[in-house]
Structure formats: structure tokens, C-alpha cells
């Protein structure tokens, strides 16, 4: 049976509109899904970087929400002051969000080792408690990558020197390249490093950790080994952290806590 071009048009633009109805419905009714996936994996990662889960280990969400309840206070500090800020509450605190936006962010300083374009005002960090007192902050880091940004966390010790952890969340750097940062030989490599540079009178000076090009040397305090094929990366994880400890970042919150101690 011979059609006519009209029916052949009509036929394939309601085909065309039942799949489009049907494609945008399933990816408005997955939003929040996604969404609450997001934040799920965001605090997986701050309880792997905070000690509290093995990163291969499979956990349920139900145990993320309950060690993230019992063991992470989410703080939001002014980054200028360092101070916490409290009129802002941290549930669904969004910082890249923040970021964005011209009137919770401000102009970051040119050429700034981050690649930062804009600061928030204010940020969303944490800090993980044990036995009743503070075991690590945990620090939200962006910077740049050879492919686009990097983010993720930086634990520090309570001491805000010794260095607990580096973890990934979103980045777009390439497989077995820049995407090793996400590999757990080289994140154990981490603990333990030193952030900070020594003063002449013993207190902390100017960020000081950072990953290198090739290997670090044995005894290396501050030297993590560079990612092979990947020193752009690699760069980009250094700077991100440099500007990250230092006065730009949370270096004043830092200076705070030492205060409080
Ligand atoms: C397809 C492709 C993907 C790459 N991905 C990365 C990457 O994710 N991170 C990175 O630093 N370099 C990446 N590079 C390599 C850089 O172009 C550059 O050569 C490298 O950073 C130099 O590092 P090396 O001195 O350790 O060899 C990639 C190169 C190619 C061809």
C-alpha cells in the first residue's frame, strides 16, 4: 500500500513529538532524583576524606545520611572574616551556585592560581568531630583543570597543618591522565604531608604543599609525585590548593580555629 507524502510527514512528526514528550517528562521527572544522588555522593566523599568510610566500601544511603548526621557539623564562614556566618543556613547551601551569582560572590584577584573567575562571599564547610572533640576540617576546593575545573575536598588535621585527605567530586580530566587524581594509590599518598611552610618562630606560614613534576623525594614533606602524562593537572591540583590555604581562601577561617584552640 502506497502512502502519500503528507501521511509520511505527519506519521513521523507525531513519532517525533510522542518521543519528545516522553524523553523531556522522563528528564523532569528524574531531576530530583539526580539531584538527591548528588548531594548523596558529595557527602560519601566528605566521609571518605573525613576517615569515616573506606572509599571502596559500598555504602548504603541511609548509613551516609546517619554517619553524616553524627559525625559532620556543616558550617558556613564568611571567607573574608573567616568568621561563621550564620544567618545563611547550610541545607542546600549550593557554592557553585554562589559563585555565580554577582550578588553572593565577588571579583576574584586577577590571575589567581585557582583560575578563579569569582569568590563567594561566604562558604560551606566542615568539620568532623570525634570523641567529642575536632578531629579534621574538611574544605571545599575548586581550581583547574586542563580540561575544565576541578572540585572537591582537602582534609585537614585540627592542628590545620597536617594534611588528612584529598578527594574528587566532578572534574572532566581525561582517563588514566588527569583522571588519576580520582585513583586511591595516589590519593593515600596524601596523609600526613604537611600544608604549611614553617616560620622563623615556628608558626605556619604560606602554603607550602604541592604536587610535584615526577616523583616526590623520600622525606618530602610537602611534596605529593606528579601524575604521569598529566602535568597540567597536576599544576592545576597544586594551585588550587595554594590559593585555596591561602589568604584568599581559608586562610582567615584557619587563622580562626587556631585562635579558638
Ligand atoms: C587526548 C589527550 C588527553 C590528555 N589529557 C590530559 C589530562 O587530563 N591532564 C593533563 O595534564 N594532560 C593531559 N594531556 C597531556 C597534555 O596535553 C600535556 O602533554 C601533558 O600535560 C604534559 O604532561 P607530561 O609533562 O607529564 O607529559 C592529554 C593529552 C592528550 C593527547
Redesign the pocket.
Known amino acids: 500500500m502506497e502512502r502519500s507524502s503528507g501521511y509520511i510527514i505527519t506519521f513521523a512528526a507525531v513519532v517525533c513529538l510522542v518521543c519528545g514528550v516522553f524523553v523531556s517528562g522522563a528528564a523532569v521527572s528524574l531531576k530530583d532524583r539526580q539531584d538527591q544522588n548528588a548531594v548523596l555522593d558529595k557527602q560519601k566523599k566528605v566521609l571518605i576524606v573525613g576517615g569515616l568510610i573506606d572509599p571502596n566500601s559500598e555504602t548504603s544511603p541511609e548509613e551516609i545520611e546517619r554517619l553524616f548526621k553524627t559525625n559532620i557539623t556543616a558550617k558556613i564562614i564568611d571567607l573574608k572574616t573567616g568568621q561563621i556566618y550564620d544567618k545563611i543556613s547550610s541545607d542546600g547551601f549550593e557554592q557553585e551556585k554562589y559563585t555565580k551569582d554577582p550578588t553572593t560572590s565577588i571579583e576574584a584577584p586577577a590571575r589567581n592560581a585557582a583560575g578563579a573567575k569569582r569568590l563567594p562571599k561566604h562558604a560551606l564547610i566542615y568539620e568532623r568531630q570525634k570523641n567529642g572533640k575536632l578531629d579534621r576540617l574538611i574544605l571545599p576546593v575548586n581550581g583547574k583543570?586542563?580540561?575544565g575545573p576541578l572540585y572537591g575536598y582537602f582534609a585537614l588535621a585540627s592542628d590545620t597543618n597536617t594534611v588528612k585527605g584529598i578527594i574528587f567530586y566532578k572534574h572532566q580530566?581525561?582517563p588514566g591522565?588527569?583522571?588519576e587524581i580520582e585513583n586511591p594509590n595516589w590519593m593515600s599518598l596524601w596523609p600526613g604531608k604537611k600544608a604549611f611552610a614553617m616560620t622563623k618562630d615556628g608558626g605556619l606560614g604560606k602554603p607550602k604543599i604541592e604536587v610535584n613534576?615526577g616523583p616526590s623525594k623520600d622525606g618530602d614533606e610537602y611534596g605529593i609525585d606528579?601524575l604521569?602524562?598529566?602535568?597540567?593537572?597536576?599544576r592545576g591540583v597544586t594551585g588550587m590548593l595554594q590559593f585555596w590555604l591561602g589568604d584568599n581562601g581559608f586562610g582567615p577561617y584557619l587563622a580562626q580555629v587556631r585562635k579558638g584552640q
Open positions: 583543570g586542563l580540561w580530566e581525561t591522565l588527569g583522571g613534576k606528579g604521569s602524562g598529566a602535568t597540567i593537572t597536576s
